[in-house]
């Protein structure tokens, strides 16, 4: 057997190997720019978090959190004055779950949150990327903090092209 043969099969075990380990949980998060956070979005709001109510699926087979914020700022849409919505895991009892991609949220936290709200259950766009914790008056994000009138700024310029 010649060497570019060799490194050809090689090659193929290889790859074969990959995609057996890689399974239904060997999923990659593809990063969401600001513009396209915006543009998934059916909602953004600016607010804080008055609320969490989490219960086991209909399944008894995951733990999800109803959480709401009371909406101090609309930047997109047309929500009421709180807005509620779906995330995975969440504690019930003495169990508790969490996914690594699903953001945490904590009661009386200001937040800047991008939702999906056209659905029988809202749920915020990009997983933990749709989710932005505000604290004296700034942002962070990608490792930059900004003020939040610029942040709010950046999403609305995002919202015109």
Not at 64 to 74: F, L, P
Request: aromatic share 6%.
């Amino acid at each position: 057997m010649g060497t570019c043969h060799r490194v050809g099969l090689m090659t193929v075990v290889f790859m074969a190997g990959v995609a057996l380990f890689a399974g239904p949980g060997g999923t990659a998060m593809v990063k969401l720019s600001l513009q396209q956070l915006t543009a998934e979005a059916d909602t953004i709001v600016r607010g804080t978090v008055t609320g969490q109510a989490s219960a086991w699926n209909a399944q008894r087979s995951a733990i999800y959190t109803d959480v709401t914020v009371a909406v101090e700022e609309v930047i997109k849409g047309s929500p009421g004055a709180t807005v509620t919505f779906r995330i995975a895991g969440g504690a019930v009892g003495d169990i508790g779950m969490r996914t690594s991609n699903d953001p945490v949220f904590r009661d009386g936290e200001q937040v800047i949150v991008f939702l999906a709200t056209t659905g029988t259950t809202a749920n915020v766009v990009g997983l933990h990327q749709g989710k932005y914790t505000v604290k004296n008056g700034t942002v962070t994000r990608d490792g930059r903090t900004l003020a939040v009138t610029d942040f709010i700024k950046a999403i609305r310029v995002g919202m015109t092209k």
